[in-house]
């Protein structure tokens, strides 16, 4: 993996020179933007507003725009003036528990790697000491034009660095919870503890994409000529009605999902409807699935539906039957003996 800047670990007075490697890649599919009469590539150009003309890269430098719409032109001099202590250090400042930090604040992973044969020592003592005190370290470092704030861990063998966001960055939760005062039953509790129980854990590797795999899958088609493979679209869940129906219906999908051996959830039409919030957006897009693509819980239940709607029409008939039988018997006259 190519590094993205080198440097060195500040551990008090020890100094472990590093590498900086991203740790993640995306993995999304990119479009460009062309127009839809020739498939021709649409192209932003900079332009100057004043001079209405395109400029190059070597004329644009940096402004900051004022509340009044004032442009207060900052150049890079001015900037490389300013004091950045940490421009090529991370200096780690504290050890905490892990729990202290809040997932809010963690921003992109990387990779630090002992850069050269002298850093192995300093690099394989941090990483031991970290993983003895089960604490991770927050430091300060400097990343294109900026100090940041990041959190240095131990990842298998090696040492983690996450970027974090400085504490008065994460915006506090006003007006965002239910203004209605709303009581939860603890027999509702105790159904949706069940479903939590039933629908169990699941290998994070088992994940994908299935979105990007559908997107692939389309270009692969459009690329060979032929025709895209008609999907059909996921099933819409209904308002909620009934909160204690809908968390039982779901904890039996999920409970006969686990008897068949799925190991999987139930879709949006079973697990979706356990709330009572309505037909918004995000609620109908929720999906909960099962990772092996065995019959889902939904269809299952679908399934015991019909049968059971089979089972009791066939009762129905059957005493229909017994009926006109019994009233044939009654209104058959005896016959005399002689």
Known sequence: MRSIWNGAISFGLVSIPIKLVNATESHSVSFRQIHTEDGGRIRYRKVCELEDREVTSSEIGKGYEDADGTIVPITDEDLAQLPIPTTRTIEIVAFVPADRIDPLQLGAAYYLGANGVPAAKPYTLLREALK???????????????????????????????????????????????????????????????????????????????????????????????????????????????????????????????????????????????????????????????????????KKAAGAKKSAAAGAAKKTAAKKQAAKKTTAKKSTPRRRSA
């Open 132 to 298: 003895r005190s089960n604490r991770v370290a927050i430091a300060k470092y400097a990343l294109r034009g900026r100090e940041r704030l990041g959190m240095l861990r131990v990842v298998d063998d090696v040492i983690a660095m996450h970027g974090l966001l400085w504490p008065d960055e994460i915006r506090a939760p006003e007006g965002v919870a239910p203004d209605a005062n709303v009581t939860v039953r603890d027999k509702e509790l105790d159904l949706a503890d069940a479903l939590m129980d039933t629908l169990g854990e699941v290998d994070l590797d088992d994940l994908h994409d299935d979105y990007r795999e559908a997107v692939e899958e389309l270009i692969a088609a459009k690329t060979s000529g032929e025709e895209p493979r008609e999907t059909a679209a996921p099933a819409r869940s209904g308002k909620v009605l009934d909160l204690m129906a809908a968390l039982e219906s779901s904890v039996r999908a999920a409970q006969e999902s686990r008897a068949g051996g799925s190991g999987g959830a139930g879709e949006a039409g079973d697990a979706g409807d356990a709330g009572d919030a309505g037909e918004t957006e995000e609620a109908e897009h929720a999906e909960v699935r099962d990772l092996r693509k065995k019959k889902t819980p939904a």
